[in-house]
């Protein structure tokens, strides 16, 4: 039986409850347990926005129309799928009344499980609807992570064969992976940044703090006057992107971050 609108407002119920239940996950049972049923086979990736990335790759610069940018992860896999659907809420944003950002930019779910979800949920996309609903979340400010995961699988209910591909649209004040600070270490791993991502703070640092507030892995600290950055950091860039003084950069250091993007969604996805 498929979820419905009224099992999704009992889920939004639970949300205020979710840094508890991460808390929770440091206890061995309760971590077996938690893996078991949400985190089994997840692998997420969080792609920085295009914004803020500089390539600084050992080679010659390639012209402006052929850089390659995170974003382009996302649009591989559109294209690539026979199917893709449209969320018509994000479940997160709903369930804490979101003031910043549409609830309405919910999920893309991509491959042959999202056939099975709930119609009354969204839409089916075609290639160019996806494309243009991606560029409309990122205009928003929104990040993308993408990747497998077993909550979606879980609560869509659509099985848990490897065949839904989920990008997420994240906001910093509702995104469910903020209890990535919480959870055991082992579960937090499963969210990773894109290879090749590298964050730093440079000498323009005043330390003001802005960038602490806009981490939704706590990641950064004030240190005598100046923004550390922690090894929690998942890349996102949202700190770049909202530094007064530009002090943060974003770069990306492998040539071959993008194909390793790639086969590592594919690893764990088959959205054929």
């Not at 990641?219 to 929690?232: D, F, L, M, P, S």
Request: contains cysteine.
């Amino acid at each position: 039986m498929l979820p419905t609108r009224r099992f999704v407002r009992f889920l939004e119920k639970l949300f205020p409850y979710r840094f508890l239940a991460a808390k929770m996950t440091r206890i061995p049972l309760m971590k077996q347990i938690a893996d078991r049923m949400l985190f089994k086979q997840t692998n997420l990736t969080i792609l920085p926005k295009d914004s803020v990335v500089k390539l600084t790759l050992d080679r010659t610069i390639k012209p402006p129309d052929n850089i390659v940018l995170p974003s382009q992860v996302v649009e591989y896999f559109i294209r690539k799928t026979n199917y893709r659907f449209i969320m018509n809420f994000c479940i997160c944003r709903e369930a804490n009344h979101c003031k910043n950002h549409s609830i309405e930019y919910g999920c893309l779910f991509l491959g042959e499980a999202a056939r099975g979800i709930n119609p009354e949920f969204g839409r089916e996309a075609t290639v160019q609807e996806a494309l243009t609903y991606v560029q409309k979340c990122r205009a928003e400010g929104l990040i993308h992570l993408i990747g497998r995961d077993k909550i979606d699988e879980t609560w869509l209910g659509i099985g848990s064969d490897g065949k839904l591909l989920t990008i997420c649209n994240c906001c910093i004040c509702c995104c469910l992976w903020k209890i990535l600070t919480d959870v055991d270490p082992q579960i937090r791993s499963k969210v990773k940044r894109m290879p090749g991502v590298e964050v730093t703070v440079t000498g323009r640092c005043t330390g003001c703090g802005t960038c602490t507030e806009h981490c939704f892995v706590n990641a950064i600290r004030i240190q005598e006057g100046h923004a550390v950055i922690g090894e929690a950091c998942k890349g996102c860039g949202r700190c770049a992107d909202c530094c007064p003084q530009k002090a943060i950069r974003v770069t990306i250091t492998d040539e071959q971050f993008l194909q390793k993007t790639i086969d590592r969604i594919e690893s764990s996805v088959d959205v054929q």
